[in-house]
């Protein structure tokens, strides 16, 4: 059904930037309410940006006024420009429906941050 292949990862220094590319099978991104999830080691995934099908957008207050999320409903794609970087935003990157991730989950991207 729905499949995502996050990319656009790497490793990057604390105060770099990232911009990391959801691509999704089948027409989702312009009718469903979309996020980007993380998940460090240890930790739970959590949501960090959100944008509806109207394009209304929500961040956690971790990455507000730090990351952007988009789409481009002609390419299916959903995108998150990530500025300021933290070694906070250490993570594997998913993106899925949101608040709720209803579809199978990708293999995500890995971002690190550190010096």
């Known amino acids: 059904q729905v499949q995502f292949v996050e990319s656009g990862g790497g490793l990057v220094q604390p105060g770099g930037s990232l911009r990391l590319s959801c691509a999704a099978s089948?027409?989702?991104?312009?009718?469903?309410?979309m996020g980007w999830y993380r998940q460090a080691p240890g930790k739970q995934r959590e949501l960090v940006a959100t944008?509806?099908?109207?394009?209304?957008?929500n961040y956690a207050a971790s990455v507000k006024d730090r990351f952007t999320i988009s789409r481009n409903n002609a390419k299916n794609t959903m995108y998150l420009q990530m500025n300021s970087l933290k070694p906070e935003d250490t993570a594997v990157y998913y993106c899925?429906?949101?608040?709720?991730?209803?579809?199978?989950w990708g293999q995500g991207t890995q971002v690190t941050v550190s010096s």
């Open positions: 944008i509806t099908g109207r394009g209304s957008t």
């Open positions: 089948g027409t989702v991104v312009s009718v469903y309410a």
């Open positions: 899925n429906s949101a608040p709720a991730g209803v579809f199978s």
